[in-house]
Nanobody, 127 residues
Framework: QVQLVESGGGLVQAGGSLRLSCAAS????????MGWFCQAPGKEREFAAA????????LYADSVKGRFTISRDNAKNTVYLQMNSLKPEDTAVYYC????????????????????WGQGTQVTVSS
């Protein structure tokens, strides 16, 4: 079992930045691929970014590429999502997820693959 707790969400103006954190506890954090997903009001949850076990490989949705950066600190059992140049359309609940998938990034964009989820943190970007 892995427990995930997100933090760092809030209200920010368009063009601003936020840094989300996801602290993990339970089994060995470095054994898991980590992902960030987002769910906007009235929409389905969708993939934003993912990172390999070592942190050496990352994957981004086209909508956030160049603006968001995913990183992890395995010594601190934490994954981060640095969000820059935020847009009103980035407004969503952001969830971190973990999975021990065998191959990265082949299935890392697929929500159903991830076994463990946090409770989410709200990000609101005002225009």
């Amino acid at each position: 079992q892995v427990q995930l707790v997100e933090s760092g969400g809030g209200l920010v103006q368009a063009g601003g930045s936020l840094r989300l954190s996801c602290a993990a506890s339970g089994r060995t954090f470095s054994g898991y691929v980590m992902g960030w997903f987002c769910q906007a009001p009235g929409k389905e949850r969708e993939f934003a970014a993912a990172i390999s076990r070592s942190g050496g490989s990352t994957l981004y949705a086209d909508s956030v590429k160049g603006r968001f950066t995913i990183s992890r600190d395995n010594a601190k059992n934490t994954v981060y999502l640095q969000m820059n140049s935020l847009k009103p359309e980035d407004t969503a609940v952001y969830y971190c997820a973990a999975d021990d998938m065998a191959i990265f990034p082949m299935r890392a964009t697929i929500e159903q693959v991830y076994d463990y989820w946090g409770q989410g943190t709200q990000v609101t970007v005002s225009s």
